[in-house]
């Protein structure tokens, strides 16, 4: 690892959850007669303090923090569509789950590579590792939250059938 390498690595996340307060925003206000609606608000902002403490650190280590533009469509690749498209919060939800794998994936990568080459200080490692502990929480709920509508699917079903 390198100052370089860092930098490169903290503009990527820098923009990841750029563009995951542009789509948890965009989503509280798809469903924002519901408590998902709120939670997706709180999300975004939550996201927004990722993006404000990456943003700091690229700046304390002398570069300007840097938008490289949507990097969750390439991650998605042919389901990238669905974003926009997805109106079904069982689909949202998935989404969301999988860009949230993918960001944990990411930090931890980089926090092992950072532990394992001896680069980067004590506290840019607690805070990759803080980001990581928010990524987890948000997934948590979102699994609940899906097993919750498929459990009430399941038992409608039943009723019905
Ligand atoms: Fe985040
Ligand atoms: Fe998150």
């Known amino acids: 690892m390198d100052k370089e390498r ?19 925003k965009s989503q509280s206000k798809a469903f924002q007669n519901d408590y998902t609606g709120r939670v997706f608000e709180r999300l975004a902002v939550i996201e927004q303090g990722h993006v404000d403490n990456i943003g700091a650190k690229i700046r304390e280590l ?5 938008r490289l533009g949507d990097v969750i469509a390439p991650m998605l690749g042919h389901l990238a ?11 949202v939800l998935k989404i969301n789950t ?4 993918k960001a944990m994936k990411d930090y931890r990568e980089l926090i092992k590579n950072l532990i394992t080459s001896n680069y980067g200080s004590k506290d840019l490692i607690k805070l ?3 980001n990581y502990i928010d990524e987890n929480l948000h997934t948590e709920w979102f699994k609940t939250k899906l097993s919750e509508l498929q ?3 399941f038992a409608l079903k039943q009723v019905l059938l």
Do not use: H
């Not at 860092?6 to 948890?24: A, P």
């Not at 002398?62 to 840097?66: D, F, L, N, R, S």
């Not at 999988?98 to 794998?101: K, P, R, S």
């Open 62 to 66: 002398g570069a300007q923090p840097t």
């Open 128 to 130: 990759l590792q803080d």
């Open 6 to 24: 860092l930098l490169e690595r903290l503009n990527w996340f820098y923009s990841l959850e750029l563009n995951q307060v542009d789509l948890y």
């Open 81 to 91: 569509g669905k974003i926009i498209g997805a109106t079904k919060l069982e689909e």
């Open 98 to 101: 999988m860009i949230e794998f």
């Open 151 to 153: 459990t009430t699917e």
